[in-house]
């Protein structure tokens, strides 16, 4: 190899590349001609076209696959000249070849260049390349381009390669996603579930009970879970059952108790998942592990919850206090991951899934009985399922799925096993496929002892109390050096304005970037102000990166705005800092005190205060009934119990009681009273945000406003009302979509969407024998599909076996309701079986929806009407159908008829007065 090459190597970063090339032979079918400065791979000219069409920013990441000759990436080094830029090469004959012919010294040295040599285990590679690039990915948006040629070579698997780093990335990007727009609610999330370190501590002093070698279940809410909800209330005490939480409500109604309850959701509208546990109105013995992100109120309503710290959060400061915990970090951005990890770290092996679909299963977005109802996405994505060809997932599920298989490749190695006992959904890999019944035979066969998982609450309160302390220290640190810095810079500016002299602000500006450094780096400000507001940090850091070009008056207003921004957001951070340290202090005290601290009625209502602040319902009302005891003339203890209770919408009646003692109490107190008007119009305010979201077609919002009201005021008749409404609106709208979606995918079955086809012909030639057999063959997979059992229904009605009949056409109209025929259909089997209440219901509703069907219906139902003696309904039918009757004499008896039994003689006769002649004449 060239001595400036190999000089290059020897006091860089590629030493070790170096020792490997050594040992590397050159490969024959390589041919390099540095005259032309043309590198070929048998028959292949490489790295042909070097342009990159975007236009790259400092902050972006260029991941060039393939070194290539170098031509390429000395261009993009030429036209962009700060963007980081990272080779991907599998070629070590090809690189050594080039460091042989070519100076590449400048690429070597480059400080903003990485050269990455993948081997055969290059996924690992990959892995631990990107993960140490983490800061650097925060505020970069990343690009891959392939040198040209390497789609044909055999030696780089660029399709591969491309799509595991895009997969790496997209995890990675959702994330920084949901910082830039939910940071600010996410970190105070993490701030208020501090509290979960002194009610169960963090997941890794729970974890020092293990649970090793016995397996685990962790159960999700996909729609495939109700085939396995029966036989998974038999297995409860054989393996340690993990819930996703929003798999509760439908555990509930079965009558199962999940061991342990994981949580993630940062939004508000995620507390929907635990309305079972709120209706009870206690604190519930279910141990709850969460994120430290998870909604902040969640963890507050279990006695004992648990937090799973992340680096770079709020949480990881206090993780610390417990002592180190050396084991594998597992990517996460769903509950499921949760759960694994909590698995994981107990040692349970194997590892079952249950209603782990990661797609819409049937059509379905959850199981039945789950809270927090989804409409189905426009943008699908098709990946291979358990038991089908294709299964419909989003990009989201995509991403929760892929980092599923992440997980299962870095501990499969390990020992641990991973079955999916879903029976339907996407396919894992890496997971055995089994039903649940074959799992029980294999692994669930003997009761296995739950005992080591009793917890007791922490009392650590000194501990987490100092930790506090020192980060509100901290932040006051941040503030003030930010105010020096501040004051710097605009002193230097002014300098700079008056004599342009930059050694005289040098002095300065070191010290000012000094402070920038230490504040920029310190753990205290990126855990509890930058990822507090990721959003303002994100666009000031991509400025402050691409600062080619500007001045040195631009660069001092640009430290000025940082110093402002550090500033403002630290003393924000400052105040949720400063609430977390008051409620652990008064707590502390209380705690070690009760009956002096409730002597301090001031310190009572400040941390009672508190409690609301934190959405602490339970620990609240415990310490105010304490209260009130002492002090039961309180206008104020009882107006703060109305202020807890009215945190769960299930204690509306309760929430009403306290406000209302407090104005008994005293009547001028005007908190109490707006906060009663308030409570009072809930369920009216959730109904008028229900027409809101109805006016909009936004029926699942509209629905979820409508439970909302009920849960308020379960007898309000308006809300009962509502909801009939906008349930069927609901379920029209879903129907719909799933049909739709059900039919893009048995389209996408190739031979089987063949054999649908010519089911189809065979109907419209009544070839229904044909048509029978291929659709009875469809229905077992695909009877979800509306039209198949709707065909299969009608069919039987042609061949007299009218029980199948029913039984195919009453699962249709689950399925397609919206569609008038299924009803005529069923119309006409209710008259064969002479159940003519049915018959005529049906008929109705297939009328109603359709009145192009009225000339084959109505004659019908004016019979029935008149069977029925609702002669005015057959009048008015008998009436209409007159314009498409082919025997108008015999319509017209009918309506004379009508006329006799509604008592109007003189019309009857008039009317048979001049049918008689005109049918004696026929």
């Known amino acids: 190899m060239l001595y400036v090459n190999v000089n290059a190597m020897k006091s860089g970063i590629y030493k070790g590349l170096l020792d490997r090339l ?87 040295t480059d400080k903003n260049t990485l050269i990455v040599p993948l081997s055969y285990n290059y996924k690992d590679e990959i892995d631990k390349l990107l993960g140490s690039l983490t800061m650097k990915l925060l505020w970069a948006d990343v690009y891959q381009y392939s040198i040209a ?71 999700a809410s996909g729609p495939s879970l109700m085939k396995n909800i029966d036989k998974l209330k038999g297995l409860k005490d054989k393996a340690l059952v993990i819930a996703a939480d929003s ?38 013995d279910f141990i709850y592990i969460h994120t430290a992100a998870v909604y902040h109120q969640i963890p507050k309503i279990f006695k004992k919850s648990v937090v799973e710290c992340h680096s770079l959060s709020l949480s990881d400061l206090y993780g610390e206090i417990f002592g180190d915990f050396n084991d594998v970090s597992l990517p996460s951005n769903a ?12 040692r349970a092996n194997p590892i079952i899934f249950v209603g782990q679909d990661w797609a819409f299963t049937g059509g379905l977005d959850h199981a039945k009985g789950v809270s927090v109802e989804v409409d189905l996405p426009k943008q699908l994505h098709w990946v291979r399922g358990n038991y089908q060809d294709k299964v419909p997932t989003d990009h989201a599920m995509y991403t929760g799925l892929k980092l599923v298989e992440d997980i299962i490749k870095v501990l499969s190695p390990k020992g641990f096993k991973f079955i999916n006992a879903t029976e339907g959904g996407a396919y894992i890999e890496g997971a055995e496929l089994l039903t649940l019944e074959d799992v029980q035979k294999k692994y669930l066969k003997d009761n296995v002892d739950k005992t080591v998982f009793e917890i007791n609450n922490s009392s650590d309160y000194d501990k987490i109390i100092s930790k506090t302390e020192q980060i509100l220290g901290g932040i006051e640190q941040i503030i003030r050096k930010s105010k020096d810095a501040l004051k710097m810079a605009k002193d230097v500016l002014d300098k700079w304005k008056i004599n342009k002299d930059e050694n005289q602000i040098r002095k300065r500006v070191n010290k000012i970037n000094a402070i920038n450094d230490e504040i920029t780096f310190d ?26 070009g500007q001045s040195v008056e631009d660069r001092i207003n640009q430290a000025i705005k940082y110093f402002k921004l550090i500033r403002e957001k630290s003393i924000l951070s400052r105040k949720h800092i400063k609430n977390l340290l008051d ?85 001028d107190h005007k908190k109490a009273k707006f906060d009663y008007k308030v409570e009072q119009n809930m369920v009216a305010s959730h109904l008028l945000l229900a027409k809101r979201a109805l006016d ?80 009875v063959e469809l229905y077992d997979k695909y009877g979800s599909f509306g039209d198949i059992p709707f065909l299969l229904g009608s069919i039987y009605i042609d061949r007299k076996e009218l029980d199948k009949a029913e039984k195919y ?95 109007m003689i003189n019309k009857y006769n008039t009317l048979m007065d001049k049918i008689k002649p005109i049918s004696s004449s026929n």
């Open 335 to 346: 509950v499921t991951h949760t759960a694994i990890a909590v698995a994981y770290y107990l």
């Open 149 to 219: 040629g390497y789609e044909k070579v055999d030696f780089y698997n660029l399709d591969e390669i491309k799509e595991y780093t895009r997969r790496f990335l997209a995890a990675f990007y959702i994330n920084r996603s949901t910082l830039l727009h939910k940071s600010e609610i996410i970190t105070e999330n993490s701030i208020k579930n501090t509290l979960s370190f002194l009610r169960g501590g963090p997941l890794r002093l729970f974890v020092k009970n293990k649970f090793e070698n016995k397996p685990a279940i962790i159960v």
């Open 523 to 548: 753990e205290i400000f990126i855990s509890a102000v930058q990822n507090f507001f990721f959003k303002d940090f994100f666009y000031f850091n991509r400025e402050e990166i691409d600062i080619e």
């Open 696 to 775: 909009n077609k936004d029926f699942i919002d509209a629905k979820r406003l409508v439970l909302r009201a009920l849960d308020y005021e379960p007898e309000n008749e308006e809300a009962k009302k509502w909801f009939d409404v906008v349930e069927e609106m609901s379920k029209v709208s879903k129907d719909i979509k799933r049909q739709n979606l059900l039919y893009a995918q048995l389209s996408l079955e190739g031979d089987i969407f063949d054999e649908y086809k010519k089911a189809i012909d065979f109907v419209k030639k009544e070839q229904l024998d044909k048509a029978f057999d291929i659709l």
């Open 22 to 108: 050594n040992n590397v032979d050159i490969d024959s079918n390589l041919k390099y001609i540095p005259e032309e400065d043309k590198l070929f791979y048998k028959d292949v000219e490489l790295d042909t076209l070097n342009e990159v069409a975007e236009d790259l920013k400092s902050y972006d990441i260029a991941i060039l696959h393939g070194f290539g000759s170098g031509k390429t990436i000395r261009n993009l080094r030429n036209k962009f000249k700060r963007t980081f830029i990272i080779v991907f090469e599998t070629n070590f004959s090809l690189l050594k070849l080039l460091l042989s012919e070519k100076d590449l010294s400048d690429i070597l």
């Open 583 to 667: 409620i652990l202090k008064l707590e502390y005290e209380f705690k070690k005190d009760a009956d002096r601290f409730l002597k301090k009625k001031e310190k009572v209502v400040n941390l009672l205060k508190l409690y609301v602040e934190f959405k602490d319902i339970y620990t609240g009302i415990e310490l105010v009934d304490r209260a009130i005891e002492i002090y039961k003339d309180s206008a104020d203890l009882y107006y703060w119990k109305g202020k807890l209770c009215s945190l769960n919408r299930f204690m509306h009646k309760e929430t009403l009681e306290s406000f209302q003692k407090a104005i008994e109490i005293n009547p």
């Open 247 to 284: 798999v509760l409500g439908t555990l509930n109604e079965f009558g199962i108790k999940p061991d342990i309850v994981c949580g993630v959701d940062y939004n508000p509208i995620n507390i929907e998942k635990y309305k079972t546990i709120l209706k009870d109105k206690k604190k519930s």
């Open 809 to 903: 056409l009453k699962e249709a109209v689950e399925l397609i309701p919206y569609q008038p025929l299924v009803y005529l259909a069923l119309g006409k089997l209710y008259l064969m079986k002479e159940n003519y209440y049915a018959a005529k219901e049906n008929l109705e509703k297939a009328i109603n929806m359709n009145p192009d069907l009225k000339p084959g219906i109505l004659d019908t139902l004016g019979n029935l009407y008149y069977e029925f003696g609702e002669y005015e309904k057959a009048f008015r039918a008998f009436e209409e159908f007159l314009q498409y009757s082919d025997d108008k004499i015999k319509t017209l008896t009918k309506i004379a008829l009508c006329y006799k039994e509604m008592g």
